[in-house]
């Protein structure tokens, strides 16, 4: 695939842009990755309703380390693909374009790809700050909390949301398409509906805490939040203690706090 730069329907004036974005990488570590693919979506909303106005930009990268196979085996993006493309600081101008006119940028996941794009391109997105986030992994988690899975592919088939996409799945701009189709369909939720068409309140939805119903560390790794709270609140009455608690898994933090009535 040959890198392309396709920037059409100038956006006029609007309430809001989002830049939606997905990034496929050399592994699953946001804090030593190197991008391999980037695709940016910029598009216009006026409240909730998207104006049909966008701006879109995808590229292969060409990262300073080879890319590992396994990376290959998930987005099908192999070193000899890449081998004549540029590297990642050839694109920033270009990049550039798109970042300066969002107001919020999107992806599925959002603090994993938001961590590599900081980090290779940190004059261009080291100013969207948490209020400017929207993550819409979380915000299925905050719409959907008993459903199994809130992969991407997983919501992409339970909610038909690849309709009008075409293109391969991992692939950076099928995501990048995706994650918009699965914005659409968020909005469309009642837990959403009541936002009154306001992204700031969007925002502070998805940010909110969510309940933790299994731990995933420590000895009690597997065991419900809620019996661990009435079995052993010696072992409560210790985590809450320990700050990283509230640092590294805020929601499990908050969860335990309105499970034991304890005070912030």
Same mark, same amino acid.
């Given at each position: 695939?040959?890198?392309?730069? $396709? ?186 509906? $009541? ?70």
């Amino acid at each position: 695939m040959s890198n392309t730069f $396709d920037l059409f329907s100038s956006i006029a004036s609007s309430d809001v842009r989002i830049l939606f974005l997905d990034t496929e990488t050399t592994g699953p570590d946001p804090t030593t990755a190197e991008v391999c693919e980037v695709a940016f979506l910029l598009a216009e909303y006026k409240g909730f309703t998207f104006t049909g106005e966008k701006q879109v930009f995808e590229a292969l990268v060409k990262p300073s380390v080879p890319i590992p196979p396994e990376a290959s085996a998930v987005n099908r993006i192999s070193n000899r693909m890449v081998s004549n493309s540029p590297p990642a600081e050839e694109l920033t101008e270009q990049i550039r374009k798109l970042t300066e006119q969002a107001d919020y940028i999107s992806a599925h996941n959002l603090p994993y790809d938001y961590t590599i794009l900081k980090r290779q391109y940190p004059s261009l997105f080291g100013g969207f700050n948490k209020s400017t986030h929207i993550d819409t992994l979380r915000l299925s988690r905050q719409i959907w909390q008993e459903i199994p899975s809130h992969a991407l592919q997983a919501l992409r088939y339970r909610f038909e949301l690849d309709r009008d996409i075409r293109g391969e799945a991992h692939r950076a701009l099928f995501d990048t398409e995706l994650v918009q189709s699965l914005l659409h369909f968020s909005l469309k939720q009642t837990d959403c509906l $009541d936002l009154q068409n306001s992204w700031k309140s969007l925002v502070d939805f998805i940010i909110a805490p969510l309940e933790v119903k299994i731990f995933t560390f420590g000895k009690y790794r597997g065991n419900l939040v809620e019996d661990t709270v009435a079995n052993d609140p010696d072992y409560i009455r210790w985590l809450l203690k320990q700050k990283w608690l509230s640092e590294e898994q805020p929601d499990l933090y908050h969860t335990i706090l309105s499970k034991t009535g304890a005070k912030k």
